[in-house]
């Protein structure tokens, strides 16, 4: 597997509006881009910080895997996400080898266009490690 770099960190949020005013007022962030992944039950809001992106998740329904984990440990970092270069199916077939809990079998569309998949934090120390499409070799 090729990592890149960090892609993102997955923040998980009860409310964007309450929160993006902390990253860009507190912290000088500009936030660059909000949109809804209907299908994660969703709304996210990006920030750059040098190359590594900070991803606000806010839950749009209480049955959401966002609401789930801010009900039980309640808001904070939700995941860590890397560019992996040579391609996700790739890196989750790697992963599979070395005998990592997927959590996604396959590449689906996450935000910003990028396919994504996540590995299971059984497999990963605790932390929900997602794996992205590197936006340089997006086609």
Avoid: W
Wanted: hydrophobic share 40%; proline share 4%; with cysteine.
């Amino acid at each position: 597997m090729n990592i890149s770099h960090i892609e993102h960190l997955g923040i998980a949020v009860r409310s964007l509006d309450a929160a993006i005013p902390y990253y860009e007022k507190v912290l000088g962030l500009k936030c660059y881009n909000i949109e809804e992944v209907a299908d994660q039950k969703v709304r996210t809001a990006f920030f750059k910080a040098g190359q590594t992106k900070i991803e606000l998740l806010e839950p749009t329904s209480d049955d959401s895997t966002i609401a789930k984990f801010i009900e039980k440990r309640g808001e904070g970092i939700h995941h860590l996400a890397f560019a992996v270069a040579d391609g996700v199916s790739e890196a989750l077939a790697h992963c599979e080898a070395e005998g990592v809990q997927l959590i996604d079998k396959a590449p689906r569309r996450g935000a910003e266009g990028l396919n994504i998949a996540f590995l299971h934090p059984k497999s990963t120390m605790g932390v929900l490690t997602e794996l992205c499409e590197d936006p340089a070799n997006k086609k």
